[in-house]
């Protein structure tokens, strides 16, 4: 049976050791998006971030939104997928101190590593169910470097974001290239192998 846990934000060094791999988890205040572009600012063109992201969690995500009246409103948020970003997770989880990652898909094998390193979990969130993420988010609290658009810098308050699921644990365990490499071997021995 699948365990559930509700996470408050930010995140203690007992939450996240807590978390196994396959866990189902739910994740309450404060999140923050961003995606390619705002990466790309930090570490590329060596910008300072403009929020202390220590113990927090970045979600994978590029908004479409809009303003009125100076505030924001998301209108919809997918998940983005995780192994685009990779370059970049020693430096977030790292430098920048990020206790967990939100995105979809499989990363390389080399990246429980760097979540074993740093102490950090990796947040599998379904793809294509935009619907339930924009509907997690109460609140865009703020929003930085607006000039990338989409690809902003944003600070959201969520309630009861998820379902997600542990895919790499502080431990460096993998679930999902841990399933894959069992399939294989299963796949080898059925062909004869």
């Not at 995606?35 to 220590?54: C, G, M, N, S, Y």
């Not at 997690?136 to 009861?160: N, T, Y």
């Amino acid at each position: 049976m699948i365990k559930m846990v509700s996470l408050n934000t930010p995140l203690s060094p007992a939450n996240l050791n807590n978390l196994k791999i396959g866990e189902e988890v739910f994740i309450n205040g404060r999140v923050y998006i961003m995606r390619d572009a705002t990466l790309k600012r930090i570490f590329d063109e060596k910008v300072q971030p403009p929020v202390d992201l220590h113990t927090q969690i970045v979600f994978f995500g590029a908004p479409s939104f809009k303003r009125d009246d100076g505030k924001y409103k998301i209108i919809s948020v997918g998940v983005t997928t995780g192994q685009r970003m990779e370059k970049y997770l020693p430096g977030l989880l790292g430098s920048l101190g990020v206790s967990a990652v939100i995105a979809k898909g499989e990363l390389n094998e080399k990246a429980s590593f760097v979540f074993k390193e740093n102490h950090s979990v990796y947040l599998l969130f379904v793809g294509g169910a935009a619907a339930l993420a924009t509907a997690a988010i109460q609140s865009v609290e703020r929003v930085w470097w607006e000039d990338l658009m989409g690809e902003a810098l944003f600070e959201v308050k969520v309630k009861e974001l998820g379902p997600c699921f542990v895919a790499i644990d502080t431990g460096g365990n993998d679930l999902l290239n841990t399933n894959k490499r069992s399939v294989n071997e299963r796949l080898g021995v059925l062909l004869g192998e």
